[in-house]
């Protein structure tokens, strides 16, 4: 898969302030054609962070080089890479992952962590620039990124027609800002000893509660990778292409 990930363009981008953020974009094979194409954030995991601007595609990317899913769901993906030190979310929300902390991320509630706001403003260069369907934007994330997908749509609400959460969890009063507004698919392993499912499914059920279209997956037998999981659903990708403003 090394050379096929290479599809995936390096690029650096720096916003007014001078801050820079190092991220992957993988452009539909007919995009020459002059159409407007559905536009995918993927928000990578702890793990996956650093300055290389490759380890962010270890998990995701390869469920968008299948020559099958680049032929029937041609999409500008775009893979951000968060600095080593750095998260997308506030770092004292991690506390609640060991028991400590707020149950309900009430920590992020100030404003979102000035990595998350440097991705939202490279998918605002990037829709601005290339040629995004507006009415087709997707955010996926998993683990820290999970926690991140939920966090962007809490700060920009209307923005995504669809999400998919992945092993997340997220502020709970946020999370009745986006209900109205997005199709989210929430996945998580019941086994998970990194991220409690809990998590995530406190988030399902506010979601479920204000009248969202949102679906729960809880995966029995899996543990933190549920990704694995999730990425072999069969009715992910159609499912999300399917979701527009």
């Known amino acids: ?60 990317a390869s469920l968008f080089l299948g020559p099958d899913n680049r032929k029937n769901y041609p999409a500008i993906v775009v893979f951000p890479q968060c600095p080593q030190d750095k998260y997308w979310i506030d ?3 991690r506390q609640e992952l060991f028991g400590k902390g707020d149950p309900d991320f009430s920590q ?26 507006k ?13 991140g997908t939920f966090e962007t749509l809490g700060r920009w609400p209307k923005k995504y027609a669809a999400a998919v959460v992945i092993c997340g969890g997220g502020n709970l009063s946020l999370a009745k800002k986006y209900a109205p507004h997005t199709a989210i698919w929430i996945a998580h392993g019941a086994k998970d000893d990194i991220v409690p499912p809990i998590l995530s499914k406190r988030v399902y059920g506010v979601l479920k509660a204000e009248g969202a279209d949102v679906k729960y997956t809880l995966y029995p037998e899996a543990n933190h990778n549920s990704w694995d999981s999730t990425f072999e659903e069969t009715e992910l990708l159609p499912w999300l292409f399917s979701k527009h403003k």
């Open 1 to 60: 898969m090394g050379q096929d990930k290479s599809l995936f363009e390096k690029r650096v981008f720096i916003n007014q302030k001078g801050d820079t953020l190092l991220y992957r974009i993988l452009y539909p094979e007919n995009y020459e054609s002059g159409k407007e194409f559905p536009m995918v954030l993927f928000l990578h995991g702890a793990g996956e962070r650093g300055s290389d601007n490759e380890k962010q595609l270890s998990h995701g």
């Open 135 to 147: 009415k087709r934007l997707y955010v996926m994330g998993l683990s820290m990124g999970g926690m």
């Open 108 to 133: 992020s509630i100030e404003r979102p962590s000035k990595q998350l706001e440097l991705v939202n403003d490279l998918s605002k260069m990037l829709i601005k620039n290339e040629k995004v369907d």
């Open 91 to 93: 770092i004292s929300v």
